[in-house]
């Protein structure tokens, strides 16, 4: 999918599988997302990037109260969504153009969503721009090169470096997790700090076979374009996807990552 104007291409493709991983990922994190955010009542909050609602919906009925605001670029995803509240407003923008006036928010958040953009840095200043003195932005992003396996999955991990190259060509960035505190610090936001949160899963838990299958999900819906560099035959492709079936059914197999998060104040 070609987003507009600054707008990269979501890799990850908008078809009804994609729109069940964001579903099982957003139950992996969302939890761990709400503590992060700093939420009160009465705030007006938004968040850029809403995908299907789900997270807006979450905090718009744990927070009554507030009003929340989500935009979402893609089409597909706002047609996909069932999320509802009296007090969550859903909308179509760009992260890049925020239609909404200056100082208009206590709480801006993104999620998943910088890695994807060609200008972040723009859409990160637009996100300033729309929060009120004193508000608060958050975000969490990826950094891919930190996917780790044990035992490791070596045609998994050429795929993956792979798909960061992928990325990139399309004008996303699969590492912008790491930059964080450099775009925070860019569009003049104050007193930043940085937290990680840890992504890990081991085959006596429940939601090791969940991140398994989130991972497998990421590499098919890059197919298309992982096959198209040339660096990668549908044979290391298909064995990477095994390597992660293997995986699952290891008594002995672990998977790590970790999300990077920033917040920022307008002050």
């Not at 890049?96 to 200056?102: K, N």
């Not at 190259?165 to 610090?185: S, T, V, Y």
């Amino acid at each position: 999918m070609e987003l507009e104007g600054k707008s990269a291409i979501y890799i990850h493709g908008t078809h009804e599988e994609e729109q069940g991983r964001l579903s099982r990922l957003n139950m992996l994190t969302n939890g761990p997302f709400l503590q992060f955010l700093d939420i009160r009542d009465g705030d007006n909050v938004l968040e850029v990037g809403s995908g299907l609602g789900i997270l807006s919906e979450e905090i718009a009925l744990k927070f009554p109260s507030c009003l929340v605001h989500g935009v979402e670029y893609s089409v597909e995803q706002l047609t996909a969504s069932a999320a509802w509240a009296p007090n969550l407003c859903l909308r179509q923008g760009d992260a890049h153009s925020l239609p909404f006036e200056d100082n208009q928010f206590d709480v801006v958040y993104c999620r998943y969503v910088l890695e994807h953009l060609h200008n972040p840095e723009v859409a990160v200043a637009e996100m300033f721009r729309v929060l009120k003195q004193g508000g608060k932005f958050f975000c969490q992003e990826n950094d891919d090169s930190m996917v780790t396996f044990d035992p490791p999955c070596p045609n998994l991990e050429a795929v993956f470096d792979q798909f960061i190259l992928e990325q990139a060509k399309a004008g996303g960035d699969g590492c912008i997790g790491r930059r964080l505190f450099g775009l925070l610090k860019r569009a003049r936001f104050q007193n930043i700090s940085l937290s990680l949160q840890p992504q890990l899963h081991w085959y006596d838990e429940p939601t090791y076979p969940i991140w398994l299958d989130n991972m497998a999900e990421i590499i098919r819906g890059a197919t298309e374009s992982i096959i198209a560099s040339g660096k990668v035959t549908e044979l290391e492709l298909a064995n990477s996807i095994a390597e992660i079936e293997n995986l699952k059914s290891n008594i002995y197999g672990s998977a790590l990552f970790h999300w990077n998060r920033a917040v920022g104040e307008k002050s």
